[in-house]
């Protein structure tokens, strides 16, 4: 395992306030990006004989949970996040889309999780490199597993950004890795990116789940491309209001940042703007309890 900050650790680590109405409108398009882009709710799934109860950790306004539950009308499906302002509004969206097999409540993933011993059959969690401290990933883990089935699965994604041909765009990006490695909630030793896609096959594997697969995407937001305008959009945003947090944890000032900021917007209207953002899927299955004459034998 790599060597951490020594920065203090902080009660709220999320890096963008869960609160804030514009990262709730953010958070609904980088939902639907974030699906698309992967090439669906569950590409690597085929099969869904064994799913009945799904659990989406960190859902924010709960695009990703709205979407199973009207894709898989026979799926129930919970989303949990710390935000009341982002619950309210998925449950609300529930309510008027018709969809009584979505349910929200409000619940710190960082925290042992409020369902009992083997209630979920899937669990899924998206983009939490944003809050987790590298020490309450084990933690949340074993609590995944704990409200799992036996066998069921664990699904995580996450990513690496800053691959384009704009300085500016990659300075921030840059900017971004080495705040969260001065924050204390990155894996990176070196703070030159997130450095969470490594570790995801390893978390499970010393969490002991069994059976660990992975998926790889790619996707293209150049300009010109499909996915580029929701992408700048999407960026756009994310990056004004990550600048509190640039400002705080990774030794740059107002005047920077904002200088920054307005380079990308012009590099990103560029007809030569070229990008890619990779993202990783990993799952594995809690494990099977052992038969009472194995477990008697051993």
Known sequence: MPAFS???????????DPENETEMARLMLHDRLLTKGMGGLFPERSDFSTIHKVLDIA??????VLDVARTYPKIQVAGIDISQRMIDYAQAQAWVRGLPNASFRVMDATKPLDFPDDSFDLVNARFLFGFMLPASWPRLLQECQRILRPGRIVRLTEAEWGFTNAPAFEKLCSLSSKALQQAGQSFSPTGQHT?????????????????IQHMAHMIEFSAGTEAYDGFYQNLMTGFKLLQPFLIKWGGTTQQEVE?????TRVEMQSDDFCAIWFLLTVWGQRPEPFPQNEAAAS
């Not at 020594?6 to 963008?16: D, L």
């Not at 570790?199 to 059976?211: E, S, T």
């Not at 200088?259 to 380079?263: A, G, T």
Request: net charge positive; charged share 25%.
């Open 6 to 16: 020594n920065s203090p650790r902080r009660e709220n680590t999320y890096i963008i």
């Open 259 to 263: 200088d920054l900021y307005q380079q």
């Open 195 to 211: 450095g969470i896609t490594p570790m995801l096959k390893r978390l499970l594997r010393d969490a002991r789940y069994q059976h």
């Open 59 to 64: 859902c924010g306004p709960g695009g990703w």
